[in-house]
């Protein structure tokens, strides 16, 4: 099971994904760089596009393949029990390009047939995924699930630890990119929301929610993050604190939406807060996904309001007073009519008696 000596092994070391090349230990000089058993290290991976558009989205999984040890003098890299069996030869990683595509491809399939668990990470928004505390070895990873609009990662391997030409590496950074572009466009709802009050009150930590709600709930729907999706209407519900501009998240359309029309209800949910008045408004968003001369992915969106006039903008007014406003459908009174009225009565009675008399 014992493969290769590290010294050797670190010549796959992500050259090209890494921030600096990593380059082989060529001569026993390195050799006074042990590593350090007693530590830790951890992979970070930032998912950019060749151009360095960071590619958001999706999910990565990495595996546990072989165990850095120090055996009888030497640095070796032995396989994992899930991997004892696999029969590859660690041996010609230095031989390959930078991650070693064809031997990742070759465990990845490997991997996939046995059914072997790894720990899987969700790519963020700034297209970042971590993982830490790991032991010293070799680790495959693979893109489990894609980003949108993006056809998968190849697998690769990284090394903890990993040569930089000066140092031996313990945090490693890798930047893999997508296999091919498949074109996408993305957008962000906005909406944004007024506080209308006479006695400039701070509204800071009044709660307010709003609603997209898809015609059809197999509509491309923005992210949720911490929002609530309904997962039968696939409607979407935002709650946001505070006056201010705020988006529902980023929707992606790709190839496969091309041609389509979307068209979604955007609108406020009425809280029960007494002494505020909420919009009614129901704004309707029409998303149209076609591509250009250029073949690019692109999206047009309008919005109209409840009249299908174009609104330029998704506003909700919110009004409040200090005085308290009952439901809608039950009649409220100020006090001083009401008195009046009572004083109308009274005066008029008195009056019949009078004339009955």
């Not at 491309?220 to 501009?245: C, F, R």
């Not at 919110?318 to 109308?344: D, K, S």
């Amino acid at each position: 099971m014992i493969k290769k000596l590290i010294t050797t092994l670190l010549a796959v070391m992500m050259a090209g994904l890494l921030c600096a090349p990593i380059t082989a230990l060529a001569d026993d000089d390195h050799m006074a760089q042990q590593p350090d058993y007693d530590r830790t290290g951890s992979i970070a991976v930032d998912v950019v596009t060749g151009s360095g558009e960071i590619v958001p989205g999706g999910e990565l999984t990495m595996y546990f393949v072989a165990e850095a040890e120090y055996v009888d003098g030497d640095n070796l890299f032995i396989f994992t029990e899930d991997y004892a069996e696999c029969g590859f030869d660690l041996g010609t990683i230095g031989d390959e390009e930078p991650g070693a595509p064809e031997l990742a491809a070759d465990l990845a399939e490997y991997t996939d047939s046995n059914g072997i668990k790894g720990t899987t990470k969700a790519v963020d928004g700034n297209g970042h995924a971590d993982f830490k505390d790991l032991t010293l070895g070799l680790y495959l990873v693979v893109q489990t699930t894609n980003a949108p609009g993006f056809e998968p990662l190849s697998p690769f391997l990284v090394s903890i630890p990993a040569w930089d030409g000066e140092q031996l590496l313990y945090d490693i950074n890798a930047m893999p990119k997508p296999g091919t572009s498949l074109k996408y466009a993305k957008y962000d709802p906005p909406l944004e929301k007024l506080v209308i009050d006479k006695s400039k009150g701070i509204h800071d930590n009044d709660k307010f929610v709003f609603r997209m709600l898809p015609d059809e709930p197999d509509y491309p729907m923005p992210d949720p993050g911490e929002a609530k999706l309904d997962p039968v209407t696939s409607a979407l519900t935002k709650v946001i604190y505070g006056p201010g501009s705020y988006e529902f998240g980023w929707m992606y359309f790709g190839l496969e939406d091309v041609g389509h029309v979307y068209t979604y209800k955007v609108f406020e949910v009425a809280g029960d807060d007494a002494h505020y008045k909420y919009d009614t408004i129901v704004y309707c968003m029409t998303i149209t996904v076609f591509q250009d001369e250029y073949g690019d992915v692109q999206i047009d969106v309008v919005y109209t309001d409840p009249e299908n006039r174009p609104a330029k903008e998704v506003k909700f007014k919110n009004y409040y007073t200090r005085e308290e406003i009952p439901p809608a459908g039950q009649l409220w009174w100020p006090v001083p009519i009401l008195a009046f009225v009572g004083l109308a009565l009274f005066v008029f009675g008195l009056i019949r008696r009078k004339s009955k008399c």
